[in-house]
């Protein structure tokens, strides 16, 4: 995919994520798609950075008045080109996960004809 030079397990993760809040009109923060995905926050993060530089995705700052405590969020939202390449990835992931064989609990039935 033109922009992202890998498209991995935890990429995929993120942009279910990204998708469900573009159905749900709603932006997510960092923090949110880090818990959604039971992903490390490194990992998330590394993914985030990934996909704004590919303009799959485009992030802003929450406002804050001066009463707000803490530090600010960082929300996020696919583009308008990554909408349809999200769609299109993660459709793709439920395609092969769809045709993956089901592999014996112990042994190798399929292939070879043996099994404990």
Not at 69 to 93: C, D, I, K, M
Request: no cysteine.
């Amino acid at each position: 995919m033109a922009g992202i030079e890998r498209v991995t397990e935890a990429t995929l993760d993120v942009l279910e994520v990204l998708l469900q809040a573009h159905r749900d009109g709603r932006d997510v923060h960092g923090w949110e798609v880090k818990k959604a995905t039971r992903r490390s926050g490194p990992t998330v993060y590394g993914v985030i950075d990934r996909l704004e530089d590919a303009s799959l995705i485009e992030g802003h700052w929450e406002q804050q008045d001066s009463s707000d405590n803490g530090p600010r969020r960082r929300y996020y939202r696919l583009t308008g080109a990554g909408v349809p390449a999200a769609s299109r990835l993660v459709a793709e992931r439920g395609q092969r996960s769809r045709t993956k064989t089901q592999v014996p609990k112990r042994g190798l039935v399929a292939n070879y004809g043996w099994r404990r």
